[in-house]
Structure formats: structure tokens, C-alpha cells
């Protein structure tokens, strides 16, 4: 009986796959501070730092940098990446706005006149996933 109760109780989280996202960010110019990701699942709040989803961050590797983000629930989401050289965990920008320090976006560029949106960045996970980001 115990083992029925116990299967009950876990069955609906059986379904929820959890998977994770490799992300090698390339173009690193050097090993001084750190590469910070910052992951959406939704277009509202986009770049916006209150509405990550997850984030994490990892020492910067002169060339390539690996990070990986683990427990992603199927879904779609949308990449964005700075090299923070400095380490003020802040992307520096100049006085019209625009970035000081590398950045990247999953599946899109820089436009001229600013960020890519959340549709243009958006990728869809449903196994484990791997993605290139160039800085």
C-alpha cells in the first residue's frame, strides 16, 4: 500500500522532463572578470534583470567559455549573455546606452538601433540542447 501511495504522489511530476542547455560562448577576448547568462521563457520582460527566469555565471576563458544551465522544463526561451571584463556584475554601458562590454543573444544580433527581441532570440528546448553564442 505504502508503494501505490508513493507512486500516486509522484506520478504527476513524472512527466515534467528536465533538461539542460550547453551554452559555448565564443569570441571571449580575455580571462579578466566573468560571462554572465541571463535565461527568459517569456517576451514580457525581455532583458529586463527582474524577469529572468534563471541565470548563472562562470569565470571567463580567453577564446571559448562553456556554462551550462540544468532543470529546464520543456519549453521556449530566449539567451542573453555579457562579458562582464570588469567584474561589477553590471553591463557598462556609454551615454547613449549602448554596451561597453561584449554581449550575445541566442539565435540573433545587435540591431543597429538596439537589442533583438524575444521572438527573434527564442529557441525551443525539449532534450538536453547545446547552442553556440558568438560575442
Known amino acids: 500500500m505504502k508503494y501505490i501511495l508513493a507512486f500516486l504522489l509522484f506520478f504527476p511530476f513524472a512527466g ?5 542547455l550547453s551554452i559555448s560562448v565564443e569570441g571571449v577576448k580575455n580571462s579578466n572578470g566573468r560571462i554572465n547568462v541571463a535565461l527568459y521563457n517569456h517576451s514580457e520582460g525581455f532583458l529586463k534583470f527582474d524577469k529572468v527566469y534563471k541565470c548563472d555565471s562562470t569565470k571567463a576563458q580567453k577564446g571559448t567559455t562553456r556554462i551550462d544551465i540544468d532543470d529546464l522544463p520543456e519549453g521556449e526561451y530566449a539567451l542573453a549573455i555579457f562579458h562582464d571584463e570588469n567584474g561589477n556584475d553590471e553591463l557598462d554601458t556609454n551615454w547613449l546606452g549602448i ?5 550575445g543573444f541566442s539565435k540573433a544580433r545587435m540591431k543597429a538601433f538596439g537589442p533583438p527581441s524575444f521572438r527573434e532570440c527564442a529557441m525551443k528546448i525539449r532534450t538536453d540542447s547545446e547552442i553556440r553564442i558568438v560575442l
Do not use: G, L
Open 99 to 103: 554596451p561597453k562590454e561584449s554581449i
Open 16 to 20: 515534467i522532463a528536465q533538461n539542460k
